[in-house]
Protein backbone atom coordinates (compact mmCIF):
# COMPACT_ATOMS: atom_id res chain seq x y z
CA UNK A 1 0.00 0.00 0.00
CA UNK A 2 1.64 3.08 -0.72
CA UNK A 3 1.58 6.56 1.32
CA UNK A 4 -0.84 8.60 1.88
CA UNK A 5 -0.80 12.31 1.09
CA UNK A 6 -1.42 12.70 4.65
CA UNK A 7 0.37 10.18 6.00
CA UNK A 8 3.52 11.65 3.69
CA UNK A 9 2.90 15.62 5.29
CA UNK A 10 3.23 13.98 8.44
CA UNK A 11 5.78 12.39 7.93
CA UNK A 12 4.41 8.71 8.85
CA UNK A 13 5.35 5.30 7.70
CA UNK A 14 2.33 2.95 6.19
CA UNK A 15 3.46 0.45 9.14
CA UNK A 16 3.47 3.39 12.00
CA UNK A 17 -0.07 4.30 10.29
CA UNK A 18 -1.20 0.62 10.16
CA UNK A 19 -0.08 0.61 14.37
CA UNK A 20 -2.02 3.61 14.96
CA UNK A 21 -4.79 1.92 12.99
CA UNK A 22 -4.95 -1.15 14.93
CA UNK A 23 -4.36 0.93 18.37
CA UNK A 24 -7.16 3.73 17.93
CA UNK A 25 -9.78 0.32 17.00
CA UNK A 26 -8.81 -1.15 19.96
CA UNK A 27 -9.50 1.91 22.20
CA UNK A 28 -12.72 2.98 20.39
CA UNK A 29 -13.89 -1.31 20.81
CA UNK A 30 -13.54 -1.66 24.26
CA UNK A 31 -14.60 2.16 24.75
CA UNK A 32 -17.77 1.23 23.47
CA UNK A 33 -17.65 -2.09 24.81
CA UNK A 34 -17.49 -0.29 28.48
CA UNK A 35 -20.44 2.10 27.63
CA UNK A 36 -22.34 -0.68 26.32
CA UNK A 37 -21.66 -2.94 29.56
CA UNK A 38 -22.66 -0.08 31.83
CA UNK A 39 -25.95 0.74 30.21
CA UNK A 40 -26.72 -3.11 30.45
CA UNK A 41 -25.65 -3.08 34.33
CA UNK A 42 -27.62 0.25 34.76
CA UNK A 43 -30.85 -1.99 33.84
CA UNK A 44 -30.01 -5.05 34.88
CA UNK A 45 -28.82 -3.83 38.34
CA UNK A 46 -32.59 -2.03 38.77
CA UNK A 47 -31.29 1.49 38.97
CA UNK A 48 -33.43 2.55 35.82
CA UNK A 49 -36.41 -0.27 36.16
CA UNK A 50 -37.49 0.83 39.44
CA UNK A 51 -37.00 4.29 38.83
CA UNK A 52 -34.90 4.70 41.71
CA UNK A 53 -36.53 2.40 44.77
CA UNK A 54 -40.13 3.93 43.84
CA UNK A 55 -43.06 1.54 44.78
CA UNK A 56 -44.47 0.54 41.43
CA UNK A 57 -47.14 -0.84 42.74
CA UNK A 58 -49.27 2.11 42.63
CA UNK A 59 -48.93 4.90 39.47
CA UNK A 60 -46.47 7.47 40.08
CA UNK A 61 -47.44 11.11 39.86
CA UNK A 62 -45.78 12.95 37.05
CA UNK A 63 -43.45 15.82 38.82
CA UNK A 64 -40.64 17.07 37.35
CA UNK A 65 -38.15 14.86 38.69
CA UNK A 66 -40.04 12.03 37.87
CA UNK A 67 -39.89 12.70 34.24
CA UNK A 68 -35.82 13.41 34.14
CA UNK A 69 -35.88 10.13 35.67
CA UNK A 70 -38.03 8.38 33.08
CA UNK A 71 -36.05 10.45 30.28
CA UNK A 72 -33.10 9.27 31.38
CA UNK A 73 -34.44 5.35 31.89
CA UNK A 74 -35.27 5.52 28.37
CA UNK A 75 -31.88 7.08 26.87
CA UNK A 76 -29.57 4.57 28.80
CA UNK A 77 -31.94 1.79 27.39
CA UNK A 78 -31.76 3.47 24.14
CA UNK A 79 -27.59 3.29 24.36
CA UNK A 80 -27.46 -0.30 25.75
CA UNK A 81 -29.59 -1.62 22.74
CA UNK A 82 -28.50 0.67 19.94
CA UNK A 83 -25.09 0.99 20.40
CA UNK A 84 -23.89 -2.82 19.55
CA UNK A 85 -25.47 -2.31 16.24
CA UNK A 86 -23.55 1.07 15.58
CA UNK A 87 -20.07 -0.23 16.73
CA UNK A 88 -19.22 -0.86 13.01
CA UNK A 89 -19.92 2.64 11.87
CA UNK A 90 -18.37 3.78 14.64
CA UNK A 91 -15.31 1.62 13.70
CA UNK A 92 -15.28 2.33 10.33
CA UNK A 93 -14.85 6.06 11.33
CA UNK A 94 -12.37 6.12 13.16
CA UNK A 95 -10.54 4.55 10.77
CA UNK A 96 -11.52 6.68 7.74
CA UNK A 97 -9.99 9.44 10.05
CA UNK A 98 -7.10 8.15 11.02
CA UNK A 99 -6.20 7.10 7.55
CA UNK A 100 -7.57 10.32 5.87
CA UNK A 101 -5.98 12.71 8.62
CA UNK A 102 -8.80 14.58 7.94
CA UNK A 103 -10.33 14.52 11.45
CA UNK A 104 -7.31 15.93 13.43
CA UNK A 105 -7.49 13.64 16.42
CA UNK A 106 -9.21 10.55 15.24
CA UNK A 107 -10.07 9.32 18.52
CA UNK A 108 -11.36 12.60 19.50
CA UNK A 109 -13.70 12.76 16.81
CA UNK A 110 -14.70 9.48 16.88
CA UNK A 111 -15.55 9.91 20.36
CA UNK A 112 -17.64 13.38 18.72
CA UNK A 113 -19.48 10.87 16.10
CA UNK A 114 -20.65 8.37 18.86
CA UNK A 115 -21.54 11.26 20.70
CA UNK A 116 -23.59 12.68 18.28
CA UNK A 117 -25.05 9.29 17.01
CA UNK A 118 -26.58 8.90 20.95
CA UNK A 119 -27.71 12.64 20.85
CA UNK A 120 -29.73 11.67 17.82
CA UNK A 121 -31.44 8.69 20.36
CA UNK A 122 -31.31 11.63 23.42
CA UNK A 123 -33.96 13.41 20.83
CA UNK A 124 -36.07 9.80 20.72
CA UNK A 125 -35.52 9.42 24.50
CA UNK A 126 -37.31 12.76 24.83
CA UNK A 127 -40.07 12.20 22.55
CA UNK A 128 -40.69 8.77 23.91
CA UNK A 129 -41.07 10.43 27.36
CA UNK A 130 -43.56 12.69 26.14
CA UNK A 131 -45.57 9.65 24.28
CA UNK A 132 -45.16 7.66 27.81
CA UNK A 133 -46.73 10.21 30.21
CA UNK A 134 -49.73 10.71 27.50
CA UNK A 135 -50.45 6.49 27.88
CA UNK A 136 -50.43 6.82 31.18
CA UNK A 137 -52.19 9.45 32.25
CA UNK A 138 -54.74 8.66 29.45
CA UNK A 139 -54.99 4.59 31.82
CA UNK A 140 -53.35 2.48 28.70
CA UNK A 141 -50.31 1.53 30.71
CA UNK A 142 -49.95 -0.38 34.13
CA UNK A 143 -48.21 0.31 37.11
CA UNK A 144 -45.54 -1.77 35.40
CA UNK A 145 -45.13 0.68 32.04
CA UNK A 146 -46.96 -2.04 29.89
CA UNK A 147 -50.30 -1.90 27.89
CA UNK A 148 -53.38 -3.08 29.80
CA UNK A 149 -55.54 -3.17 26.83
CA UNK A 150 -55.70 -6.13 24.07
CA UNK A 151 -56.43 -3.21 21.30
CA UNK A 152 -53.88 -0.80 22.50
CA UNK A 153 -51.20 -3.51 22.48
CA UNK A 154 -53.15 -4.99 18.81
CA UNK A 155 -52.34 -1.13 17.19
CA UNK A 156 -49.13 -1.44 18.38
CA UNK A 157 -48.20 -4.84 17.03
CA UNK A 158 -49.61 -4.24 13.47
CA UNK A 159 -48.66 -0.23 13.19
CA UNK A 160 -44.61 -1.62 13.73
CA UNK A 161 -45.84 -4.58 11.37
CA UNK A 162 -46.85 -2.02 8.74
CA UNK A 163 -43.76 0.21 9.48
CA UNK A 164 -41.43 -3.25 8.86
CA UNK A 165 -42.57 -3.34 4.92
CA UNK A 166 -42.39 0.28 4.27
CA UNK A 167 -39.59 1.62 2.04
CA UNK A 168 -38.61 4.33 4.41
CA UNK A 169 -37.91 1.74 6.45
CA UNK A 170 -35.49 -0.42 4.01
CA UNK A 171 -34.19 3.02 3.02
CA UNK A 172 -32.92 3.92 6.67
CA UNK A 173 -31.95 0.54 7.15
CA UNK A 174 -29.67 0.38 3.85
CA UNK A 175 -27.97 3.10 5.81
CA UNK A 176 -27.39 1.19 8.51
CA UNK A 177 -26.08 -1.99 7.05
CA UNK A 178 -24.08 -0.21 4.88
CA UNK A 179 -21.06 1.77 7.02
CA UNK A 180 -19.08 2.08 4.10
CA UNK A 181 -21.29 3.66 1.73
CA UNK A 182 -22.67 6.25 4.45
CA UNK A 183 -19.47 7.39 5.22
CA UNK A 184 -18.50 7.78 1.12
CA UNK A 185 -21.53 9.54 0.84
CA UNK A 186 -21.83 11.68 3.73
CA UNK A 187 -18.37 12.22 5.30
CA UNK A 188 -17.40 15.76 6.47
CA UNK A 189 -13.91 16.90 7.70
CA UNK A 190 -13.33 18.37 11.39
CA UNK A 191 -14.82 17.88 14.98
CA UNK A 192 -18.32 19.80 13.72
CA UNK A 193 -18.72 17.11 10.92
CA UNK A 194 -17.94 14.46 13.26
CA UNK A 195 -20.39 15.47 14.98
CA UNK A 196 -22.67 16.02 11.95
CA UNK A 197 -22.10 12.45 10.48
CA UNK A 198 -23.34 11.41 13.76
CA UNK A 199 -25.93 12.82 14.30
CA UNK A 200 -27.14 12.13 10.98
CA UNK A 201 -26.63 8.49 11.36
CA UNK A 202 -28.56 9.03 14.24
CA UNK A 203 -31.33 10.40 12.79
CA UNK A 204 -31.16 7.72 10.28
CA UNK A 205 -30.96 4.56 12.79
CA UNK A 206 -33.89 6.50 14.55
CA UNK A 207 -35.94 6.47 11.37
CA UNK A 208 -35.04 2.58 10.85
CA UNK A 209 -36.12 1.53 14.23
CA UNK A 210 -38.43 4.08 16.36
CA UNK A 211 -41.51 2.31 15.80
CA UNK A 212 -40.22 -1.17 16.93
CA UNK A 213 -38.74 0.53 19.74
CA UNK A 214 -42.88 1.93 20.35
CA UNK A 215 -43.30 -2.16 21.26
CA UNK A 216 -41.58 -1.42 24.69
CA UNK A 217 -45.03 0.24 25.56
CA UNK A 218 -47.15 -3.40 24.33
CA UNK A 219 -44.21 -5.63 26.07
CA UNK A 220 -43.38 -3.41 29.32
CA UNK A 221 -40.61 -0.61 29.42
CA UNK A 222 -39.42 -2.56 32.48
CA UNK A 223 -39.38 -5.94 30.57
CA UNK A 224 -35.92 -7.32 30.38
CA UNK A 225 -36.36 -10.15 28.53
CA UNK A 226 -38.92 -7.71 25.80
CA UNK A 227 -35.93 -4.91 25.75
CA UNK A 228 -33.37 -8.14 25.24
CA UNK A 229 -35.87 -9.56 22.10
CA UNK A 230 -36.09 -5.86 20.76
CA UNK A 231 -32.25 -5.26 21.05
CA UNK A 232 -31.89 -8.64 19.47
CA UNK A 233 -33.93 -7.92 16.67
CA UNK A 234 -32.57 -4.48 15.59
CA UNK A 235 -29.08 -5.76 15.58
CA UNK A 236 -29.53 -8.74 13.79
CA UNK A 237 -31.26 -6.74 11.17
CA UNK A 238 -28.15 -4.82 11.12
CA UNK A 239 -25.19 -7.62 10.87
CA UNK A 240 -26.68 -10.59 9.57
CA UNK A 241 -25.92 -10.79 5.62
CA UNK A 242 -29.45 -11.06 5.15
CA UNK A 243 -31.19 -8.96 7.80
CA UNK A 244 -33.10 -6.93 5.60
CA UNK A 245 -35.22 -9.62 5.21
CA UNK A 246 -35.75 -10.34 9.26
CA UNK A 247 -37.11 -6.65 8.56
CA UNK A 248 -39.68 -8.08 6.26
CA UNK A 249 -40.62 -11.30 8.08
CA UNK A 250 -41.15 -9.41 11.87
CA UNK A 251 -43.19 -6.72 10.32
CA UNK A 252 -45.72 -9.72 9.07
CA UNK A 253 -45.17 -11.58 12.25
CA UNK A 254 -45.67 -8.24 13.87
CA UNK A 255 -49.31 -7.75 11.75
CA UNK A 256 -50.33 -11.00 12.36
CA UNK A 257 -49.98 -11.05 16.27
CA UNK A 258 -51.66 -7.40 16.49
CA UNK A 259 -54.71 -8.87 14.34
CA UNK A 260 -54.40 -11.68 16.45
CA UNK A 261 -55.07 -9.55 19.92
CA UNK A 262 -58.34 -8.06 17.76
CA UNK A 263 -60.02 -11.33 18.15
Known amino acids: ?5 GARAAGHSPDLIEQLVRRDRL ?3 VALLLVTLMAWWYMLAGAGMDMGDMDMS ?3 PWSAGYAVTVFF ?3 I ?5 MLPGAAPMILLFGLVGRRSHSQGAPRVSTAIFALGYLIAWGGFSLLATGVHWVLDQSGFLSAQM ?5 LFGGLLLVSAGVYQLTPYKHACLRHCRGPLDFVTRYWRPGIRGALQMGLRHGVLCVGCCW ?4 LLFYGGVMNLYWIVGIAMLVLLEKL ?3 GHYLGTVSGILFIVWGLWLFS
Open 1 to 5: MGMTP
Open 27 to 29: VVA
Open 58 to 60: MPM
Open 73 to 75: MWW
Open 77 to 81: MMVAM
Open 146 to 150: ASQSR
Open 211 to 214: VVMG
Open 240 to 242: LPA
